[in-house]
């Protein structure tokens, strides 16, 4: 996402958060946030801090403006709308560097006041809801909180799943060498509890893959890609689990080449895609379904 800088006419020596609340009409959480981030600077661009009075004529904010590369909601409502994200993106910007994100066309399309309701990894393709909104976004998050929703994924696995899998295993951090890698728990360890319903729907013979529905009961950090692994049908493409620790580090250091990653998992993407999500709102029940063809088309 683009951060842009804005140049405000201030008042000296005058608290910043105070500034700009009361005289730049920002909400006390966003005014918080741009200082708390570091986004505020005088006219020398040194960050003003939390606390600190303003030591200049002139202030500088760096704003996100949302970047268009094409990417439209796959459906709209009033108060919100659902986007089908495709793999390799990421949801959210993670640093100042990150030069696009999801976030980007949500802003773009929706204005600054629009917001993620949650989140997918970036490899995940597939729905993840906006709210277009504040009060909107509020709501959806209490319902995601209060879990009053049903998703599931579509995930192509190595090797033949024949039946129905009921995958009940805690989940903790690894804790070695790969900081973001998962592990399941036996009963001695403790963990998280984690519960995911396998069903499975085609099996290519001829490519030793299984096409399979996912659907979580709970939403821990990686839960289906782990879970899947732990019972020994690893997700295609998967760049973390079921390849080794120098692989894994390198493709998190992002020197994992295209070549050598399709060699050690099959392919250059996750395959694994939110394909059907259906909450409450404002008393309609949505059931929302992805119109994405690729992991169908990869199956065959």
């Not at 994100?101 to 949500?106: G, H, V, W």
Request: hydrophobic residues 35%.
């Amino acid at each position: 996402m683009a951060f842009t800088l804005k140049k405000y006419k201030a008042i000296k020596e005058k608290r910043i958060q105070s500034f700009l609340v009361h005289n730049l009409e920002l909400e006390g959480k966003i005014a918080q946030r741009l200082v708390s981030k570091g986004r505020v600077f005088d006219e020398n661009m040194n960050s003003i801090n939390t606390g600190e009075t303003i030591p200049t004529e002139y202030i500088f904010i760096a704003l996100f403006e949302g970047q268009t590369r094409g990417l439209k909601p796959l459906l709209e409502f009033q108060d919100f709308a659902i986007f089908d994200k495709p793999t390799h993106l990421m949801v959210h910007p993670i640093s100042k560097n990150t030069e696009y994100s999801l976030l980007d066309e949500i802003r773009y399309h929706f204005g600054e006041n629009a917001n993620l309701i949650h989140r997918i990894d970036a490899e995940t393709s597939g729905l993840v809801i906006v709210g277009k909104n504040k009060k909107s976004e509020i709501e959806l998050k209490d319902m995601f909180q209060d879990k009053k929703y049903h998703k599931s994924y579509l995930a192509i696995v190595n090797g033949e799943i024949k039946n129905e899998i009921r995958i009940d295993k805690a989940l903790d951090r690894e804790g070695l060498l790969i900081g973001v890698r998962m592990k399941v728990c036996n009963e001695h360890e403790g963990g998280k509890e984690s519960i995911t319903i396998i069903k499975p729907i085609f099996y290519n013979k001829n490519k030793n893959l299984t096409l399979v529905e996912a659907i979580p009961f709970t939403g821990r950090q990686h839960q289906i890609r782990v879970h899947l692994h732990s019972i020994g049908h690893t997700i295609l493409g998967d760049p973390i689990y079921g390849v080794d620790d120098v692989n894994a580090e390198n493709y998190l250091n992002k020197t994992l080449s295209k070549e050598d990653r399709f060699k050690v998992t099959g392919s250059n993407r996750l395959w694994l895609h939110a394909n059907h999500l259906e909450f409450p709102y404002k008393g309609i029940t949505y059931k929302l379904y992805s119109k994405n063809q690729d992991i169908l088309n990869q199956i065959k």
